[in-house]
C-alpha cells in the first residue's frame, strides 16, 4: 500500500479528481490497518470500504512497541481524512468519500463523527442516487450496525447486520462474525469473486460467438 500511494502522489500531480483522492485515502486506510493487532476489535469486523482490494492480515512491524504502532496508524488514518476530504472538495456530492471517511473515523474509535458522516452525509446522498450509489447507502448501514456493537449495543447492531444480509455480503459476513458462526466459504482465494448472469452453457456460447456477456461482482 505504500508502494501504491507513491504512485497515486505522481498520478495526482498531473490529474486531480474525487475518485483519485478517495482511493489515496482508502490505500492510506490499509496501510494504517496493518498497524493494528490481529485481535484488535477495530479489526474484529470487515469495514464496508468502498474500494475493491484485498490488504494482509499480518501486523506490520512484529516487534514495535504498541505506542508507536499507535500513532503511526493515527497519523496515517488522519492523512487519509485528509485525501477524504479532498475527493469532497472536487465534488461535494460524491457519497464514497463520505463512506470512506466514516470508516477511518470509525478505526480512530471516534463513534460521534463516524456515525455522522455515515449517516447524515453518505447513507443521505447514497439514498438521492441509488442508480449509482445505492451500494454507498446499504455499506454505510452496515456501519452504522457495527458502531452500535462497539458501543455496546451489540443486540441493535446485531439485528440491524441480520436485517442487511440478504442484500449485502459484508452484512452478512459481519453478522456472522457477531452471532460467533463459522465464517462464509470461499470459492476461491485468490481475488474477487464472479457472478455469471445467467446459465454457464449460454455464457460459453456467447463467448464462442463473439457476443460479450454481463460480469457481476459480489
Given at each position: 500500500?505504500?508502494?501504491?500511494?507513491?504512485?497515486?502522489?505522481?498520478?495526482?500531480?498531473e490529474?486531480?479528481?474525487?475518485?483519485?483522492?478517495?482511493?489515496?485515502g482508502?490505500?492510506?486506510?490499509?496501510?494504517?490497518m496493518?498497524?493494528f493487532?490481529?485481535?484488535?476489535?477495530?479489526?474484529?469486523?470487515q469495514?464496508?470500504?468502498?474500494?475493491e482490494?484485498s490488504?494482509?492480515?499480518?501486523?506490520?512491524?512484529?516487534?514495535m512497541?504498541?505506542?508507536?504502532?499507535?500513532?503511526i496508524?493515527?497519523?496515517?488514518?488522519?492523512?487519509?481524512?485528509?485525501?477524504?476530504?479532498?475527493?469532497?472538495?472536487?465534488?461535494?456530492?460524491?457519497p464514497?468519500a463520505y463512506?470512506?471517511?466514516?470508516?477511518?473515523?470509525?478505526l480512530?474509535?471516534?463513534?460521534?463523527?463516524?456515525?455522522f458522516y455515515?449517516e447524515?452525509?453518505?447513507?443521505?446522498?447514497?439514498?438521492?442516487?441509488?442508480?449509482?450509489?445505492?451500494?454507498?447507502?446499504?455499506?454505510?448501514e452496515?456501519l452504522?450496525?457495527?458502531?452500535?456493537?462497539?458501543?455496546?449495543?451489540?443486540?441493535?447492531?446485531?439485528?440491524?447486520?441480520?436485517?442487511l444480509?440478504k442484500?449485502?455480503?459484508?452484512?452478512?459476513t459481519?453478522?456472522?462474525?457477531?452471532?460467533?458462526?463459522?465464517?462464509?466459504?470461499?470459492?476461491?482465494?485468490d481475488?474477487p469473486?464472479?457472478?455469471?448472469?445467467?446459465e454457464?452453457?449460454?455464457?460459453?456460447?456467447?463467448?464462442?460467438s463473439?457476443r460479450?456477456?454481463?460480469?457481476?461482482?459480489?
Open positions: 500500500f505504500s508502494d501504491a500511494r507513491i504512485i497515486y502522489r505522481y498520478i495526482l500531480q490529474y486531480q479528481s474525487s475518485e483519485i483522492y478517495n482511493n489515496m482508502v490505500l492510506t486506510m490499509f496501510e494504517a496493518e498497524y493487532d490481529q485481535n484488535a476489535p477495530e479489526k474484529k469486523y469495514l464496508p470500504i468502498q474500494l482490494l490488504f494482509s492480515k499480518s501486523s506490520r512491524g512484529p516487534g512497541a504498541e505506542d508507536d504502532k499507535i500513532k496508524r493515527n497519523a496515517l488514518l488522519q492523512e487519509a481524512i485528509g485525501y477524504f476530504d479532498s475527493a469532497i472538495g472536487l465534488d461535494p456530492t460524491y464514497p463512506q470512506n471517511k466514516a470508516c477511518a473515523y470509525y480512530l474509535n471516534d463513534f460521534t463523527r463516524a456515525t455515515a447524515t452525509e453518505a447513507k443521505v446522498r447514497g439514498e438521492a442516487d441509488t442508480i449509482n450509489y445505492g451500494k454507498t447507502a446499504t455499506d454505510a452496515v452504522l450496525g457495527l458502531i452500535k456493537i462497539r458501543t455496546g449495543k451489540i443486540g441493535p447492531g446485531t439485528k440491524q447486520l441480520g436485517k444480509r442484500i449485502s455480503t459484508i452484512a452478512r459481519n453478522f456472522r462474525i457477531a452471532k460467533n458462526m463459522p465464517p462464509l466459504e470461499k470459492a476461491s482465494e481475488g469473486e464472479w457472478e455469471i448472469d445467467g454457464e452453457d449460454a455464457y460459453l456460447k456467447a463467448r464462442k463473439g460479450s456477456k454481463d460480469l457481476k461482482m459480489f
